[in-house]
């Protein structure tokens, strides 16, 4: 038996995001039977007491506070992007023209100009792109988009999607790099997990109508003064989508009480669907041919039916984790390198979600419809 090849990874940014990523890759690595074996080459971080101490605690063999040097490492062949969102244009480029594969957290960029140049870069050179979105990764996600291809639910008549969280909800937390016009606001950060759950569900959005708003107009800057918030704390927009179902999205980073509320309810002739983040082992289902006096929404738990759930746990109702869908992620990633499958969630799908955003933002800024070609 032939000894697997070796993919050999570059991570920039070792917070939340980058921790999930290495968790991610440990994890897909026993799980699956991956085309390669995977490699924590060299971990990049601000400073380089930073970075040694996050190569020690991951397990990268090697650090830098200087992440350009890995995209001249000829010994390096994937650059995981988890630094702040203003930050993944240059880096992403610089990995393309190095020839690297990249893995880029979501969104992909704050404008549509960037995310546009970075895909259009990264199918000239050839490399494989993706996007972190791994609640779509989610088995409940996956058997919600087979039920309504299946017609469990009729005709799609109605659709209600929110990420709402509070990490944003003190008025007296310091202004962040999110905060900045370059980091894209409440939408883009969160709304655009929203967004990429309808289309993943019910197909291309037509047009909308935004409404972005800020409620918390200036924040502390860490130097005793305050600095104007001018990014939208609120994203909502109404929805049209291309099937004919119409509905709405919401991305709230002020939600009080809120911690992961990725949340949708879907509305058919026949039946409906109704899905929480905050229980995501968990799908709803409604069905209106039930006989008078026995129906209900009815809980279905994730279990080794829904793959690849069985690949974690061999029980039903035990559940799976947030790791574990990035490591599900992970698994898609690899194999589209390997070019077993095509990219899961690649540049050209975190373009798309771009797009949806800024349509929704102009919307919101001309309060009109606007239409949103696929």
Known sequence: MSEKPVLRI?????????????????????VFD???KLELHTVADVTEDAAARAAADFGFAHSTADWRSMMSNAEIDLIDITAPNALHKEMALAAIAAGKHVYCEKPLAPLVSD???????????????????????????????????????????????????DYMADASGSFTFRHDPAGGG??????????????FLLG???????DCVTLINQRPDGRGGTRAVTVDDVGRAFLRFANGAQGSIEGNWIATGRKMQHDFEIYGSKGALAFSGERFNELHFYSATDAPGRRGFRRIEASPDHPPYGRFCVAPGHQIGFNDLKAIEVEGFVRAIAGATPEPFGFSAGLRIQTLVEAIQTSSARREWLEVAA
Not at 18 to 27: D, I, M, R, S
Not at 138 to 159: K, Q, S, T, V
Request: overall charge positive.
């Open 204 to 210: 291309p959005i037509a047009a909308v109508m935004g």
């Open 115 to 165: 995310a546009r140049e970075m895909t259009e870069a990264a199918a000239r050179a050839g490399v494989k792109t993706q996007v972190g979105f791994n609640y779509l990764c989610n088995p409940m996600l996956r058997l919600a988009r087979d039920m309504i291809a299946a017609g469990e639910l009729g005709e799609i008549r109605g659709y209600r999607g929110l990420h709402a969280e």
């Open 10 to 30: 570059g991570l920039i940014g070792t917070g939340f995001m980058g921790k999930a990523h290495v968790f991610g890759f440990a994890t897909a690595q026993k």
């Open 34 to 36: 991956l085309p390669y």
């Open 186 to 199: 409440a939408l883009a950060d969160i709304g655009s997990h929203a967004l990429a759950t309808a289309e």
